[in-house]
């Protein structure tokens, strides 16, 4: 959707910061409309907002074991932060710098596996290809693309609607908080109203 369609109104509601007017959320069929969002987090949802919003006095391992806040399994935390370190190797490198002091694309990473260290079932991304160059895009939406097969369930906010649509499986486009169009993400690709609206064909 285009900006103002509701696209972060939606994950911040979903996640517990915005309660909805009506309606509700379920999540493997439970109802968490008005389930506070730390208790959200420990169900197996994690959020990386737009804007990365990283702890910048923090340095970057700081912002990791943060992450994992929620965690009861102590033993097993390590273990995660290795392999974060694995799929971001330039979290690993920068390890004791302090957040704030990092590109935005390491940011985004830092970002995304902040929320991987809660090992949620589900991850919500809103824009995380914002302000960033195209080679750093490929690399964010190859992430994104690996977390997905690993197993964790992606639910991708993103105006970069050629790029999302290669990598999803389902699309909804939103307009004005409505969803207006659904379906297989091949198929929207080749719809010629996206194609106009949203990949400028």
Known sequence: GANGAGKTTTLHTITGLLSPKKGSVLFEGQDITKVPAH????????HVPEGRRVFSQLSVYEN?????????????IDKELQSIYERFPRLAERKNQLAGTLSGGEQQMLAMGR???????????????????????NEIFDI???????????????????????IADRAYVLETGKVVLEGDAKDLLENDSIKKAYLGE
């Open 39 to 46: 208790k959200i987090v420990s169900m197996g949802m994690a």
């Open 64 to 76: 990791l074991k943060l992450g994992a806040y929620t965690r009861k399994d102590r033993s097993n």
């Open 115 to 137: 929320a991987l260290m809660s090992k949620p079932s589900i991850v919500l991304m809103d824009e995380p290809s914002m302000g960033l160059s195209p080679i750093l895009v």
């Open 144 to 166: 994104i693309e690996s977390i997905s097969k690993s197993g964790t369930t992606v639910l991708l906010v993103e105006q970069n609607a050629k790029k999302a649509l290669s």
